[in-house]
């Protein structure tokens, strides 16, 4: 098992739509979890962090984290075409990031 | 943006071939970090290092090596290119110690033919 796991999908949505994006993870050690955002031909770009379990908002995006399922989200509300891209979960272990494979998001208006 | 810069951008290379990749950096960051992405897979970690001369490998390290003679530049080689190395390299740095933030480069693009 990874250490990681993402739905690649890929998830088409209307504009003004709410999306959900999730990952598990399997230790149970880590502490920080984090959403990449990358589009097309770019590097991937920080959108949020959270440590430990609870929820962290920031403008229409909110990130969450259960640590007693090992699951972590992205909710997007009113969602826009400019959110189209891929999003990557990522895990803080040790002194590197573990990364998701990976959702590829698309909104149409 | 932070002050990471990969070079080359785009790279055709013949099997076989030594190839080596540069992430220069210009923010004094401890941390530096090779992954390559590939399509399925997402970012796999290839080599990091934690201070000049000091590296470690990472998943996927096979067939590559790494140097950091200098704070600032993170070489990655391919000592010889095969197919299965044609991917996205994506240089990242951070200062994992004080956060746990990671800034990427822009990626080399490289084709192994």
């Known amino acids: 098992q990874k250490e990681v796991e993402q739905d690649p999908g890929p998830l088409s949505v209307p504009e003004g739509a709410i999306v959900s994006l999730n990952c598990t993870y399997s230790n149970s050690a880590f502490q920080y979890f984090m959403w990449y955002r990358q589009y097309s031909r770019k590097g991937p770009e920080l959108l949020m962090y959270t440590y430990s379990s609870g929820n962290k908002e920031d403008g229409r995006f909110t990130a969450q984290v259960d640590k007693s399922s090992k699951y972590i989200s992205l909710f997007i509300r009113d969602s826009q075409p400019s959110d189209s891209a891929t999003y990557l979960c990522a895990i803080q272990a040790g002194t590197a990031l573990i990364f998701g494979k990976g959702t590829t998001l698309s909104v149409s208006s | 943006d932070a002050g990471i810069t990969q070079s080359p951008r785009h790279k055709v290379t013949e099997t076989g071939t030594p190839v080596t990749l540069r992430c220069h950096q210009t923010?004094?960051?401890?941390?530096m970090y090779w992954y390559r992405q590939d399509p399925g897979h997402g970012l796999r970690l290839i080599h990091y290092s934690y201070g000049v001369k000091d590296t470690d490998k990472g998943e996927v390290s096979d067939g590559y090596s790494v140097s950091r003679s200098k704070t600032e530049d993170f070489l990655l080689t391919l000592e010889s290119a095969t197919s299965s190395q044609t991917s996205v390299y994506f240089c990242?740095?951070?200062?994992?110690?004080?956060?746990?933030?990671?800034?990427f480069g822009q990626g080399t693009r490289l084709t192994v033919v």
């Open positions: 990242a740095i951070s200062e994992v110690q004080k956060t746990p933030e990671a800034f």
């Open positions: 923010e004094n960051h401890r941390y």
